[in-house]
């Protein structure tokens, strides 16, 4: 399906429309790019006729959106999306809008601010508390008191979550762990004397 728009003449895909249920063919007038051209024209006047202050973006190349909290182009592909906007895109960059989800995550459930975070990140190297991967992105908390305990990689993190939080069977899980690596270590001793009994080497080892 296709559809002409009044504004630049052009015939366009009718993905290149926004949505717009009151009309018959479910499209909006105009095309997307039409659409905002049109939406930054009024939304400058008004400003002008406010006496506010207004961006110039229009050198932001085709195919790019200016981003207010990172303050640069980003590319549309990257950027998030929201049906209920003219342009089909929300207020910010899905860089910035995980960013801020994620400060605002941290401060509802363990009360630690961004810079908080970032310092206890700083105190760790950047590292996993338990097994050193770089970048780990779960914070850690005691179950019972709720108090924080250390950033962690997911599986670290999932790790403990599945044992419970319960030290006595992480100390049991090594112990098998451990315990079976030297059961199948003696095993391969005992069939390497078998192989020898008199504990000479092969011909290949003795080249």
Not at 63 to 66: K, M, P, T
């Given at each position: 399906?296709?559809?002409?728009?009044?504004?630049?003449?052009?015939?366009?895909?009718?993905?290149?429309?926004?949505?717009?249920?009151a009309?018959?063919?479910?499209?909006s007038?105009y095309?997307?790019?039409c659409?905002?051209?049109?939406?930054?024209?009024?939304y400058?006047?008004?400003?002008?006729?406010?006496?506010?202050?207004?961006?110039?973006?229009?050198?932001?190349?085709e195919?790019?959106?200016?981003c207010?909290?990172?303050?640069?182009?980003?590319?549309?592909?990257?950027y998030t999306?929201?049906?209920?906007?003219?342009?089909?895109f929300?207020?910010?960059?899905?860089?910035?809008?995980?960013?801020?989800?994620?400060?605002?995550?941290?401060?509802?459930?363990?009360?630690?601010?961004?810079?908080?975070?970032?310092?206890?990140?700083?105190?760790q190297?950047?590292?996993?508390a338990?097994?050193?991967?770089?970048?780990?992105?779960?914070?850690?908390?005691?179950?019972?008191?709720?108090k924080?305990?250390?950033?962690?990689?997911?599986?670290?993190?999932?790790?403990?979550?599945?044992?419970?939080?319960?030290?006595?069977l992480?100390?049991?899980?090594?112990?098998?762990?451990?315990?079976?690596?030297?059961?199948?270590?003696s095993?391969s001793?005992?069939?390497a004397?078998?192989?020898?009994p008199?504990?000479?080497a092969?011909?290949?080892?003795?080249?």
């Open positions: 399906m296709s559809k002409r728009c009044p504004s630049c003449g052009r015939t366009k895909a009718a993905a290149e429309f926004g949505r717009n249920k009309r018959e063919d479910g499209l007038f095309c997307l790019s659409n905002r051209a049109r939406n930054n024209a009024w400058r006047a008004k400003r002008r006729f406010e006496g506010r202050e207004t961006r110039d973006h229009s050198w932001v190349p195919g790019f959106r200016w207010p909290s990172c303050q640069q182009p980003v590319a549309h592909e990257d999306r929201n049906r209920r906007t003219a342009s089909g929300g207020s910010w960059c899905r860089t910035c809008k995980n960013a801020a989800s994620s400060e605002a995550y941290f401060a509802r459930a363990h009360g630690l601010t961004k810079a908080q975070i970032a310092e206890l990140r700083a105190q190297l950047n590292r996993c338990i097994c050193g991967d770089a970048e780990p992105q779960h914070l850690d908390h005691d179950h019972d008191s709720g924080t305990r250390a950033l962690l990689c997911q599986r670290c993190n999932h790790g403990l979550g599945l044992f419970r939080d319960e030290p006595g992480l100390h049991a899980a090594a112990l098998y762990v451990t315990g079976h690596r030297q059961q199948h270590a095993e001793l005992k069939a004397c078998a192989e020898n008199d504990g000479s092969g011909a290949s080892d003795r080249r």
